[in-house]
C-alpha cells in the first residue's frame, strides 16, 4: 500500500458481494488485498449462501457468516482495523460504520460516501470490461496496488470433489446442464434446446449428462430430462454450494445460461459454453479462457431486463447447432 500504511492494518475485514458470480469475479481483488497487507489477518464476511467460496480461497485467514446488517454491526465491533467494502449498497457501509472499523474503504455509491473514510466514484474506464476491472479499480480509487493478470481461479477441495463423485454416481464421463438463472427468465435458453443440445453432445462425445441447479428449478430440469433421448441425472436441489462446486469439478464441460454456476465451472478450469441474452456479456462473461460464448447479435440487446417485453429474439436466435458446436470444439471433437 502507497504511504507505508500497510503496517497500521493488522486486520483487514473484506466485505464480500452477496451473489455467486460476483463472488468470483472478486477473486482477484481479494488477491490483490492480500499481496496490499501481507502480514495482515484477511477475514471475509459473507452472505451464509456464499461463504463456502470462500473458504475455498487459501489468501482468506477466516470467513465469517454474516448475521445481517444489525447483528454485523454488534459482532463485529473491535474486530478489524479496516474494512474494504465490495458491495456498493447503503446499508453494507453502514453496518461497517454502526461496527465502529476505524478505516472503511470503497466506491462512494447509494449515497454512502459521507460513511466512507477512503471513497472513490466509479471511473468510465470500467464501463464494457468485465466486473473483474470493477473491483480492482475501487482499490486502486483508495490507494491500493492492483497489479499482473487477475486471477479467478477456485480449488475445489479434496472432500467437496469427492461428495461430487458420489452424487454423479459411477459411470461418466460427464457433461453438465445449468438451465437456470436467479435473474429472471429473459435470460434463460428454452428447455427444449437444451434437451436437444445435450443429446447432440452426449451422442458424439459419449458422455452422461447431469442437470444442476437450485430447488427452484428442479421443474425445469426435470422437463429437460423428459425432453432428451439420453438419460440425465436431475441433481436441480439436490446439493449444497460445496457440493455443487464439488459436482462442477467433476463435468468435462458445462453448458450454461449467465448465472452463479457458470462463474464456478469457469474459475475451476472447466470448459463452458455460456448463452447470453440481454445481460451485458463484456461485463458478466466467464473469467476464463476455457469459455465459448454463444449470443445473438440483436439491437435491444443488451437490455438488461428481467422478463422479455417482445420476442426473446436475443435467446430464440441462438440455435442448438451453434451451441452445440461451441461444446464440441472445447471437447476437442
Known amino acids: 500500500m502507497r504511504g507505508g500504511d500497510a503496517r497500521r492494518v493488522e486486520r483487514l475485514l473484506v466485505r464480500a458481494p452477496n451473489w455467486v458470480g460476483d463472488v468470483i469475479l472478486s477473486l482477484p481483488a481479494v488477491r490483490d488485498l492480500r499481496r496490499n497487507f501481507p502480514t495482515a489477518r484477511l477475514e471475509v464476511l459473507a452472505r451464509p449462501r456464499v461463504a463456502d467460496l470462500y473458504r475455498a480461497v487459501r489468501d482468506a485467514d477466516s470467513v465469517r457468516e454474516s448475521g445481517g446488517h444489525l447483528a454485523d454491526a454488534t459482532a463485529l465491533r473491535g474486530e478489524a482495523d479496516a474494512a474494504v467494502l465490495l458491495p456498493n449498497s447503503f446499508a453494507s457501509a453502514f453496518a461497517i460504520w454502526r461496527a465502529g472499523v476505524p478505516e472503511r474503504w470503497g466506491y462512494a455509491t447509494d449515497g454512502r460516501g459521507p460513511l466512507l473514510t477512503r471513497r472513490c466514484r466509479v471511473p468510465p474506464s470500467v464501463r ?11 482499490l486502486e480509487g483508495v490507494g491500493l496496488v492492483a497489479e499482473g493478470a487477475p486471477d479467478a481461479s477456485l480449488r475445489c477441495p479434496e472432500e467437496w470433489a469427492a461428495r461430487g463423485v458420489a452424487l454423479l454416481a459411477e459411470g461418466g464421463p460427464w457433461i453438465g446442464i445449468n438451465p437456470g438463472a436467479f435473474y429472471g427468465s429473459a435470460k434463460r435458453w428454452v428447455p427444449e434446446r437444451w434437451a436437444a443440445t445435450a443429446d447432440i453432445v452426449a451422442r458424439r462425445s459419449g458422455a452422461r449428462v447431469a442437470i444442476v441447479g437450485g430447488a427452484s428449478e428442479r421443474p425445469l430440469g426435470e422437463a429437460i430430462a423428459a425432453g432428451m433421448r439420453a438419460e440425465a441425472r436431475v441433481l436441480c436441489g439436490e446439493t449444497t ?3 455443487l462446486v464439488g459436482v462442477l469439478q467433476n463435468l468435462r464441460l458445462l453448458l ?16 463452458v459454453v455460456a448463452v447470453f441474452g440481454p445481460t451485458d456479456w463484456r461485463e458478466t462473461a466467464p473469467a476464463s479462457g476455457r469459455a465459448r460464448l454463444v449470443r445473438e447479435d440483436v439491437e435491444c440487446a443488451p437490455c438488461l431486463l428481467r422478463e422479455c417485453p417482445i420476442d426473446h429474439r436475443c435467446m430464440s436466435g441462438v440455435t442448438v447447432d451453434r451451441v452445440a458446436g461451441a461444446a464440441m470444439e472445447l471437447l476437442g471433437s
Open 256 to 271: 450454461t445460461n449467465d448465472s452463479g454456476p457458470m462463474h464456478v465451472a469457469a474459475a475451476l478450469g472447466v470448459p
Open 128 to 138: 464494457g470490461r468485465s466486473q473483474v476491472y470493477y473491483y480492482r479499480a475501487m
Open 241 to 243: 454450494l460445496a457440493e
